[in-house]
């Protein structure tokens, strides 16, 4: 039940990012998609794997944020 649960928040935070044109609303897709991707690697017993892969996309987040919000800012 666990992995299911899993699915859908990672699925309902790849529909976020899709569906909304803020970026504020996008980026907060990403992150609960990011957090429900590592969780569900430390479910399967790849800790590490899971907490690189959430450094890596927590500055990548940080990276489309700030640029999304320049360009809208013009």
Excluded: H, K, M, R
Excluded at 17 to 28: D, E, I, T
Excluded at 36 to 44: D, E, K, R
């Amino acid at each position: 039940i666990l992995y299911f649960f899993l699915g859908v928040c990672l699925v309902l935070g790849a529909l976020a990012v899709a569906s909304n044109p803020s970026p504020y609303y996008g980026v907060l897709g990403l992150l609960v998609g990011s957090v429900v991707g590592c969780g569900w690697l430390v479910s399967l017993g790849a800790s590490f794997i899971s907490l690189a892969l959430f450094l890596v996309y927590l500055g990548g987040i940080l990276a489309v944020f700030v640029y999304s919000v320049l360009l809208a800012v013009d």
